[in-house]
């Protein structure tokens, strides 16, 4: 008997190897829970491309938005974990989800088994040219003189908690419009059917280089060289605490074997240091950061506390 399980567990072993070493032989499908064009689009299908180079096997990118990525993540959440259904996540799907939603259709902690992190980008606070204010500071001041009055456009996690946020540290109060897409939202606010739209430079730099529309601020903590004119919301309101950066990394289905989730790991770092890809992104403010599937697990739990603090000081109740 004891022959006969140890033989078992050697052969059980060998063919795990061998599936790991022979993965992948199809393509392999990543799921962006976004609209086509959005940052995560645009970043996902770099990387995936880059990865396909690495892997021998294309990767196939489709779209699959709605509900703050809620839809896309959760199929991937039910996917076989197999390899060949990865999720391009963000700080959407793998950390705020679990405080703005209720409930949700899997376990945020436990669904997903972490690939790698791909990078990061701040967000521009931007405004439709026929705003009256030229800075922030002029924002916030029309924005105390007519609560309620200024209105702007969210699609995404980060939009709708970077804006609350922002009202909520200047102490003026602001109507949220949501959209289903940050493209939307921007010919909206080109339009001006919204007044303010906070979201990632993919999305509002070109505008603002344009003129097209004006942008007011940067969220993060450090002015960006991608328009270093622009200052940070700390110095244009003269706050210490305000931060909000989006992120991207990539996730498989819970129980993907440890040998794929290695070799994942390693293409995503590959496509990470590609210099063609740092140069393409560099110019929106992107940052890379190559890292161990275990880094992504910590970074997820830090970021899903630190979302969830946001979320609580921004007073945004789950829905």
């Given at each position: 008997m004891k022959c006969k399980s140890i033989l078992f567990l050697a052969v059980a072993s060998f063919s795990?190897?061998?599936?790991?070493?022979?993965?992948?032989?199809?393509?392999?499908?990543?799921?962006?829970?976004?609209?086509?064009?959005?940052?995560?689009?645009?970043?996902?299908?770099?990387?995936?491309a880059k990865m396909s180079e690495t892997l021998g096997q294309v990767i196939v990118v489709e779209n699959k938005a709605g509900v703050n990525g809620m839809l896309g993540a959760d199929a991937v959440a039910k996917a076989a974990p197999d390899g060949y259904t990865i999720l391009i996540g963000t700080n959407s799907t793998n950390a705020a989800l679990k405080s703005l939603m209720k409930k949700l259709p899997y376990d945020q902690d436990t669904a997903f088994a972490p690939l790698g992190y791909m990078g990061s980008v701040p967000l521009i606070v931007a405004v439709n040219n026929d705003v009256p204010a030229k800075t922030l500071r002029e924002l916030v001041t029309l924005g105390k003189t007519k609560p309620g009055h200024l209105t702007f456009a969210s699609a995404s996690t980060s939009q709708l908690v970077s804006s609350e946020m922002l009202a909520n540290m200047a102490g003026i109060e602001m109507t949220n419009v949501p959209y289903k897409s940050g493209p939307a939202a921007m010919t909206d606010l080109l339009g001006g059917q919204v007044m303010m739209f906070t979201a990632d430079f993919a999305v509002t730099l070109p505008q603002v280089k344009a003129g097209k529309i004006r942008g007011l601020a940067v969220t993060s903590t450090k002015r960006s060289p991608a328009i270093p004119e622009l200052p940070t919301v700390n110095e244009a309101l003269g706050l210490k605490d305000y931060e909000l950066i989006a992120y991207f990394a990539m996730f498989a289905p819970a129980g993907t074997p440890p040998e794929i989730v290695a070799k994942l790991n390693q293409a995503i770092n590959a496509a990470a240091q590609s210099k063609d890809l740092q140069e393409k992104f560099s110019p929106i403010g992107f940052v890379v950061e190559p890292g161990t599937p275990e880094a992504l697990a910590q970074r997820s739990r830090l970021e899903t506390a630190k979302w969830a603090k946001a979320i609580r000081d921004a007073k945004i109740e789950p829905q």
């Open positions: 795990l190897a061998a599936f790991g070493q022979a993965y992948p032989n199809k393509p392999i499908k990543a799921i962006v829970p976004f609209a086509a064009g959005s940052a995560t689009d645009q970043i996902g299908r770099a990387f995936a």
